[in-house]
């Protein structure tokens, strides 16, 4: 089976850096996905990491070591906006994604 | 555009009764799943198909039944013997399973709820 752990809620400041954790233990490993969902909206797509190492996308960025089981996602100057969930998946030996219970992202002012 | 269409938005269901959640899709993936999440629970994958014809269980599929006789297409079935069916429900499609870098494209969601 597949176990994966994120933070349940974050609260960061209007400009500044943030970042959401994810552990897990999977057995096989083919890729980790982080997506963001607004409420009541749909997830989208926001990295994928499959090697170790940090991915950069603009003011999002997403970390990967393997041996240690461990992700993170990195948002910069952050915008009211960027208040929404934020999810963690990993793609296992069978190559469907399992979801972690997702970290809501409050920003403030 | 392309894109995975779900409907209705909102959905509500009697004791007893049976509902179908439609969901197609216009982006030529093979595989489409669909998930349930409940808050605090993030996202629970009910089942999912990777071909036409073609279909597995997820973890919670106890309570729900699928088809997949067309690609574009993957209808989920709510039953009365699901106990607990109020909840956000969540489409998704990828280009194929067992490409590892396939992102999922999800629609909009239905939101069933129990009168």
């Known amino acids: 089976g597949q176990n994966i752990d994120q933070p349940t809620e974050m609260t960061a400041t209007e400009g500044a850096i943030v970042q959401i954790n994810c552990t897990y233990q999977t057995s096989g490993f083919n890729g980790l996905f982080w997506y963001q969902q607004h409420a009541g909206e749909a997830p989208t797509f926001l990295s994928y990491?499959?090697?170790?190492g940090l991915e950069e996308k603009g003011r999002f960025s997403s970390f990967l070591s393997r041996s240690k089981g461990y992700s993170y996602l990195l948002l910069k100057e952050l915008q009211m906006k960027d208040s929404a969930s934020y999810l963690c998946?990993?793609?296992?030996?069978?190559?469907?994604?399992?979801f972690g219970r997702g970290t809501s992202l409050i920003v403030h002012p | 555009d392309g894109g995975i269409t779900q409907s209705p938005k909102y959905l509500f269901r009697k004791e007893g009764q049976n509902v179908t959640l439609s969901c197609e899709q216009n982006?030529?993936?093979?595989?489409m799943y669909w998930y349930r999440q409940d808050p605090g629970q993030g996202l629970r994958l009910i089942y999912y198909?990777?071909?036409?014809?073609?279909?597995q269980k997820g973890d919670i599929a106890e309570g729900y039944s699928v088809s997949r006789e067309k690609k574009e297409s993957f209808p989920l079935t709510v039953t009365s013997a699901q106990k607990n069916p109020t909840a956000f429900y969540l489409c998704a499609s990828s280009g194929q399973v067992g490409m590892g870098n396939q992102p999922q494209h999800f629609g909009d969601g239905t939101r069933l709820s129990i009168l």
């Open positions: 198909s990777q071909i036409v014809n073609d279909f």
């Open positions: 990491n499959v090697l170790d």
């Open positions: 982006l030529n993936h093979d595989a």
């Open positions: 998946a990993v793609s296992g030996g069978s190559y469907i994604p399992t």
